[in-house]
T-cell receptor, first 114, second 112 residues
Framework: DSGVTQTPKHLITATGQRVTLRCSPRSGDLSVYWYQQSLDQGLQFLIQYYNGEERAKGNILERFSAQQFPDLHSELNLSSLELGDSALYFC?????????????FGPGTRLTVT | AQSVTQPDIHITVSEGASLELRCNYSYGATPYLFWYVQSPGQGLQLLLKYFSGDTLVQGIKGFEAEFKRSQSSFNLRKPSVHWSDAAEYFCAASNQGGKLIFGQGTELSVKP
């Protein structure tokens, strides 16, 4: 158990819909990262937050957005969903501010768009 | 562009045999390096990491990895593989703890 939690575990929704994925980092970790894992693209970095502020952006579509709240949990919002958005979405956290740079991953949310 | 390459998509080894999974990176400067393991339907578990210092690093579950700057490599090894090691293995790199760039993954199968 990494200490990072993600909900829900599975999500099935239809094209055009909007969903929200939730992540709680390890206790005390200020940095949260979101990744997408798909068969054709592999593991891709989406976005990073640090203590509520966006720090880095990767291959994140404009239909996707994220935020980190004062209690440090983070949400990834996916809208106008397309079939190609079906993937496993991971959240990770790190204690980068305390000088450790490894990222610990949650169990993921499997999104299926039908 | 920064990249991580795992040349082997799939490897099969016999139980008890030794294992080496290859990883090469292309970065402007030496990145921080990691190996993660993913069992089917599971998240990513950190096996080991390299930041600096000793080029041979020990990890969990009996794994080790050797950093070779001259070859831009960070290969994962295990002297004796167990059936429970069957999984997908990812090499990853980052610049001082920023975003991780992953290799394509190597799927390990273990023959009885």
């Amino acid at each position: 158990d990494s200490g990072v939690t993600q909900t829900p575990k599975h999500l099935i929704t239809a094209t055009g819909q909007r969903v929200t994925l939730r992540c709680s980092p390890r206790s005390g970790d200020l940095s949260v990262y979101w990744y997408q894992q798909s068969l054709d693209q592999g593991l891709q970095f989406l976005i990073q937050y640090y203590n509520g502020e966006e720090r880095a952006k990767g291959n994140i579509l404009e239909r996707f957005s994220a935020q980190q709240f004062p209690d440090l949990h983070s949400e990834l919002n996916l809208s106008s969903l397309e079939l190609g958005d079906s993937a496993l979405y991971f959240c990770a956290s790190s204690a980068r501010d305390r000088g450790t740079y490894e990222q610990y991953f949650g169990p993921g949310t499997r999104l299926t768009v039908t | 562009a920064q990249s991580v390459t795992q040349p082997d998509i799939h490897i099969t080894v016999s139980e008890g045999a030794s294992l080496e999974l290859r990883c090469n990176y292309s970065y402007g400067a030496t990145p921080y390096l990691f190996w993660y393991v993913q069992s089917p339907g599971q998240g990513l578990q950190l096996l080991l990491k390299y930041f600096s210092g000793d080029t041979l690093v020990q990890g969990i579950k009996g794994f080790e990895a050797e950093f070779k700057r001259s070859q831009s490599s960070f290969n994962l090894r295990k002297p004796s593989v167990h059936w429970s090691d069957a999984a997908e293995y990812f090499c990853a790199a980052s610049n001082q703890g920023g975003k991780l760039i992953f290799g394509q993954g190597t799927e390990l199968s273990v023959k009885p």
